[in-house]
T-cell receptor, first 113, second 113 residues
Framework: NAGVTQTPKFQVLKTGQSMTLQCAQD?????MYWYRQDPGMGLRLIYY???????DKGEVPNGYNVSRLNKREFSLRLESAAPSQTSVYFC????????????FGPGTRLTVL | DQQVKQNSPSLSVQEGRISILNCDYT??????FLWYKKYPAEGPTFLIS?????DKNEDGRFTVFLNKSAKHLSLHIVPSQPGDSAVYFC????????????FGKGTHLIIQP
């Protein structure tokens, strides 16, 4: 089992460009999450999907959209990238709604120039 | 305002001794707490957790203590090993509220030989 996979690993964008970060899990988990980590900061929740077909905003959703494509896949889209979105993005999944162990992917390092 | 605080950005401990990492929280709704370990260029990995109905949870060399009245938890690692050198994040969840975890900023643990 691969666990949680993310693509791409690295990406450089120019201001105003768009891109989609992909995430997939093979653990049959119901819930999936997107976090960002900035230097010297903890992880902050962007969006989450408690179950297939539902998505909800987290702490820092502005500038992002998400799609829960199916039970396995949860994508994060930046429609018009800004330098403030330079960060490391982590996808995670969990089998139980709220409060329990989340499994994280390896991250996508995004730089917006 | 930060709801989960790790006030020590770094901690240096001699190999074989005890490492104690501390975490404070302000949100009384948190009912589940987790510790994650993170190596550079990797995603966080789950280490140990504790429910608010308990005051201690032990797993091998790792023990987490929870003091609800003080809104404080700590992670003890005994004995500390070189492979324990990493950034440790404290995280919390309010099970009845929105899904996702609230993270502290992390403590960089350095195990000295």
């Amino acid at each position: 089992n691969a666990g949680v996979t993310q693509t791409p690993k690295f990406q450089v964008l120019k201001t105003g460009q768009s891109m989609t970060l992909q995430c997939a899990q093979d653990m049959n988990h119901n819930s999936m999450y997107w976090y960002r980590q900035d230097p010297g900061m903890g992880l902050r929740l962007i969006y989450y999907s408690a179950s297939e077909g539902t998505t909800d905003k987290g702490e820092v959703p502005n500038g992002y959209n998400v799609s829960r494509l199916n039970k396995r896949e949860f994508s994060l889209r930046l429609e018009s990238a800004a330098p403030s979105q330079t960060s490391v993005y982590f996808c995670a999944s969990s089998g139980v709604r709220g409060g329990h162990e989340q499994f994280f992917g390896p991250g996508t390092r995004l730089t917006v120039l | 305002d930060q709801q989960v605080k790790q006030n020590s950005p770094s901690l240096s401990v001699q190999e074989g001794r005890i490492s104690i990492l501390n975490c404070d929280y302000t949100n009384s709704m948190f009912d589940y707490f987790l510790w994650y370990k993170k190596y550079p260029a990797e995603g966080p990995t789950f280490l140990i957790s504790i429910s608010s109905i308990k005051d201690k949870n032990e797993d091998g060399r790792f023990t987490v203590f929870l003091n609800k009245s003080a809104k404080h938890l700590s992670l003890h690692i005994v004995p500390s090993q070189p492979g324990d050198s990493a950034v440790y994040f404290c995280a919390a969840s309010a099970g009845g509220g929105a899904d996702g975890l609230t993270f502290g900023k992390g403590t960089h643990l350095i195990i000295q030989p």
